[in-house]
Structure formats: structure tokens, C-alpha cells
């Protein structure tokens, strides 16, 4: 039995180099799932229309583009003052002190 010699290109392919200059030949984003959703629902919707309605496609899409609310970050100690909160860097005063 021959087995095929083809290779697949990985999304998430190992990264080249390192650190802040990490870089990935292709990232897959929400928008191109969300495009490719869509191209799917439209074409398979010929073939099965009684159950690929606009409510199932809602709900589907809503299970597969959802995101979960980010958790709030903590803000550390202040190096001047330990016994306080330092403020958070989008803070437009602490941005206007960095500068």
C-alpha cells in the first residue's frame, strides 16, 4: 500500500525567531473563521434547506464565533509607594508620566 507524500500546511506553524520579534508564516483570525462560516452555510444550505435555517445558522455561528469576557488584570504594588495600588498603564496620567 503507498501512502501519499503530500504535506499539509500547518495554521499554527512553529514560530520563527524569539521574543518580541516571534513571528508565524499564518495565524488564522475570528473574521477569516467567520468568512469561512458563511461560505460553508451557503453552500451546504442548497443541498439541505429544511434544516439549515437562518435560526440554526444564528445560533451555530454564536457557538463558534463567541468569545469569553477577558478576566479582569490586577494591578501590582507601586514601587514609590508599597502600601498602594500603582496606576494602570492606560491610565492617561501614568502614559503622560512615562513620556
Keep these: 500500500m503507498r501512502r ?30 467567520a468568512e469561512e462560516f458563511d461560505a460553508l452555510w ?3 444550505r442548497t443541498f439541505h434547506p429544511e ?7 444564528d445560533s451555530l455561528g454564536e457557538i463558534l464565533l463567541s468569545q469569553r469576557p477577558l478576566k479582569p488584570s490586577s494591578v501590582g504594588k507601586c514601587w514609590l509607594e508599597p502600601t498602594e495600588k500603582r496606576a494602570p498603564l492606560a491610565l492617561p496620567s501614568a502614559q503622560r508620566f512615562r513620556l
Aim: glycine share 8%; net charge positive.
Design 4 to 33: 501519499s507524500t503530500t504535506v499539509c500546511k500547518q495554521v499554527r506553524g512553529l514560530a520563527h525567531g524569539s521574543g518580541v520579534k516571534a513571528a508565524y508564516d499564518f495565524y488564522v483570525t475570528r473574521e477569516m473563521i
Design 42 to 44: 451557503e453552500k451546504q
Design 51 to 57: 434544516r439549515l435555517h437562518d435560526q440554526a445558522r
